[in-house]
């Protein structure tokens, strides 16, 4: 004979939290699913398969409240979702709660006085209706009672860290470090793994010199060189998170886990580990690795992206066509003499819409661009003069002032997130945090405006380089003439330079004209007229700033003309 039990019995709500996964993996949670199952059975209840679980929910700091399952069933009850009546099983009292009884007590008033029935499983008393003076007291004395007990915890582990910090100088707080170091066995420090160390220089100094993490990744795995666990290949987000790591430069930040992820907890601890970049290295990296998190205002991507074994095209991603103002395609035909290379509009290319009808030979188009773009200072990239080393080296704390404004921005982004997803936090320490990195971020724009205008001031010395056609062509030569990893390294840097300083590169190509315009992030700008039976004469070039532009004519003669009036040479 089969029972069939009535179908209208009360429904049971079993509520489980564990703040852990290591409870997870223990017995917590089949201990306190077996204690419902058995009550909701002997009491005749109808248990929901509901998913009332939070994991990594602290009652303490009230997450399961605020963003966990607990307080989803909360907005349940005061949606009139759960029908009245319904049991709430619960372990304990401290399974919805470890906050101090005043905040405690307002989910289990809220809960009976929807009309449910909540139950405690530990002692078995039941909370319905009006709840007895006896039952209220005993409520608030484990709520206060488990409240305390994690403020001990909390306060241990925090004491606990404190001690450790004190002694920091002697002994390291944790076996925790980055692949390129081992603790030292009596614990007082790290030592450097050279062979790892060295790989992670190199990272560095391609990422500050401008080269993309998707490049360093191919030229690592193309070199063979081993990950440092020996297996797998280097990855995108393998080299990311060196280079987005502080312990490069020595800095440690402890962390604490908050709701399944890692917090900051406290402020970072310098020269803890021992630095293995330098600080202008690492900073002079942020600024490309942050640059490509967002799109620029122009909308273009950033300039990821396999480039070529010698990064063919200095252009990528920053030259258009000057009709439909898509990208300029790099067209590769064979190698000289048979073949050549062109830049053509992708639109055109695919015979989709655009009115350009004619493609610029590529090294025709460099050495042109190279030759008449002064603010390129190429000089200071491939030259070793006294000037061109003084450049370089303002050009390298630039990016670094760059970098340090990208990081410090960034930081400040982490630190609102960290004050909207903690649900109790020290908002003493946030709003410390936030107040020193906008002085550190007004001191890195005043250090960064400082290096531009002394950057200014060099390039107006440099231009005496570009009087010179035959130390321009030589400088053009000698960026062709590099080989191995020092061409790939010399070339990002200039295609990185040119990121930084062009906001727009706009090409035309015709039977009858042939040009193009440069618009400059200072709000400088320069058109190029060339003559089309001969890429690499020029007719005329226009540059400056509206309202009033320099007309360089094909004699050597320079006018100065009012925007309003100009007129070209080039048809």
């Not at 560095?204 to 360093?216: K, L, N, R």
């Given at each position: 004979m089969v029972m069939t039990l009535p179908t209208d019995r009360p429904k049971a709500y079993s509520y489980v939290r564990m703040s852990t996964e290591v409870q997870l993996k223990g017995d917590s949670l089949r201990r306190q699913r077996e204690a419902s199952r058995k009550y909701a059975e002997l009491h005749s209840l109808e248990l929901v398969n509901f998913n009332l679980t939070d994991v990594n929910k602290s009652g303490y700091r009230g997450e399961n409240v605020a963003s966990g399952a607990f307080g989803k069933f909360l907005d349940d009850v005061r949606q009139g979702k759960i029908e009245r009546g319904s049991y709430l099983l619960v372990e304990s009292f401290d399974r919805m709660s470890r906050q101090e009884p005043i905040v405690a007590l307002k989910p289990f008033i809220e809960i009976v006085e929807a009309g449910l029935v909540l139950v405690t499983l530990d002692d078995e008393r039941?909370?319905?209706?009006?709840?007895?003076?006896?039952?209220?007291?005993?409520?608030?004395?484990?709520?206060?009672?488990?409240?305390?007990?994690?403020?001990?915890?909390?306060?241990?582990?925090?004491?606990?860290?404190?001690?450790?910090?004190?002694?920091?100088?002697?002994?390291?707080?944790?076996?925790?470090?980055?692949?390129?170091?081992?603790?030292?066995?009596?614990?007082?420090?790290?030592?450097?793994?050279?062979?790892?160390?060295?790989?992670?220089?190199?990272?560095?100094?391609?990422?500050?010199?401008?080269?993309?993490?998707?490049?360093?990744?191919?030229?690592?795995?193309?070199?063979?060189?081993?990950?440092?666990?020996?297996?797998?290949?280097?990855?995108?987000?393998?080299?990311?998170?060196?280079?987005?790591?502080?312990?490069?430069?020595?800095?440690?930040?402890?962390?604490?886990?908050?709701?399944?992820?890692?917090?900051?907890?406290?402020?970072?601890?310098?020269?803890?580990?021992?630095?293995?970049?330098?600080?202008?290295?690492?900073?002079?990296?942020?600024?490309?690795?942050?640059?490509?998190?967002?799109?620029?205002?122009?909308?273009?991507?950033?300039?990821?992206?396999?480039?070529?074994?010698?990064?063919?095209?200095?252009?990528?991603?920053?030259?258009?066509?000057?009709?439909?103002?898509?990208?300029?395609?790099?067209?590769?035909?064979?190698?000289?003499?048979?073949?050549?290379?062109?830049?053509?509009?992708?639109?055109?290319?695919?015979?989709?819409?655009?009115?350009?009808?004619?493609?610029?030979?590529?090294?025709?188009?460099?050495?042109?661009?190279?030759?008449?773009?002064?603010?390129?200072?190429?000089?200071?990239?491939?030259?070793?003069?006294?000037?061109?080393?003084?450049?370089?080296?303002?050009?390298?704390?630039?990016?670094a002032a760059v970098g340090r404004i990208k990081m410090l921005e960034d930081e400040q982004r982490k630190i609102y997130e960290i004050g909207l997803k903690m649900a109790n936090f020290d908002s003493a320490f946030i709003a410390q945090r936030i107040k020193k990195a906008e002085l550190d971020l007004v001191a890195a724009k005043k250090l960064e405006n400082q290096l531009r205008h002394e950057i200014s001031v060099l390039d107006q010395t440099a231009l005496t380089y570009y009087s010179r056609p035959d130390q321009v062509a030589e400088l053009i030569e000698r960026v062709r003439a590099a080989r191995g990893g020092d061409v790939y390294k010399l070339r990002a840097q200039i295609a990185s330079r040119l990121q930084s300083l062009i906001s727009e590169l706009r090409l035309t190509v015709d039977p009858d004209t042939q040009r193009f315009e440069v618009v400059f992030r200072d709000g400088q700008g320069m058109t190029l007229f060339v003559d089309p039976e001969d890429p690499g004469k020029f007719i005329q070039k226009v540059s400056g700033r509206a309202p009033d532009f320099d007309v360089l004519s094909a004699d050597g003669t320079v006018v100065q003309v009012p925007a309003g009036e100009l007129t070209f040479d080039g048809k």
């Open positions: 039941v909370f319905k209706g009006k709840i007895s003076f006896e039952d209220l007291i005993i409520s608030i004395a484990k709520m206060s009672r488990a409240n305390e007990e994690s403020a001990r915890k909390s306060d241990r582990l925090s004491q606990a860290w404190k001690a450790k910090r004190a002694v920091i100088s002697q002994k390291k707080l944790t076996a925790r470090c980055p692949s390129w170091l081992r603790l030292t066995p009596d614990r007082m420090g790290f030592e450097v793994l050279e062979d790892h160390a060295a790989v992670v220089r190199r990272i560095f100094d391609e990422a500050a010199s401008g080269i993309g993490t998707f490049t360093i990744v191919r030229r690592l795995n193309e070199e063979g060189i081993p990950t440092f666990t020996g297996k797998g290949g280097w990855q995108n987000s393998t080299v990311n998170k060196i280079l987005s790591s502080a312990a490069a430069i020595g800095t440690f930040q402890p962390n604490r886990m908050e709701g399944g992820k890692r917090m900051p907890d406290g402020d970072p601890i310098r020269n803890y580990f021992p630095r293995i970049v330098t600080q202008a290295v690492f900073e002079a990296a942020q600024r490309g690795r942050l640059e490509r998190k967002t799109k620029p205002e122009s909308g273009r991507q950033g300039s990821g992206g396999p480039k070529g074994k010698h990064l063919t095209n200095l252009f990528s991603k920053l030259a258009v066509c000057d009709y439909c103002r898509k990208p300029m395609h790099y067209q590769n035909k064979g190698t000289p003499p048979k073949g050549q290379s062109y830049l053509v509009c992708s639109n055109a290319l695919r015979n989709f819409g655009c009115e350009m009808i004619g493609r610029w030979r590529y090294d025709q188009f460099e050495s042109t661009f190279l030759s008449f773009v002064e603010q390129l200072d190429l000089a200071s990239l491939v030259s070793s003069s006294e000037h061109s080393s003084k450049r370089h080296e303002v050009a390298f704390q630039h990016d």
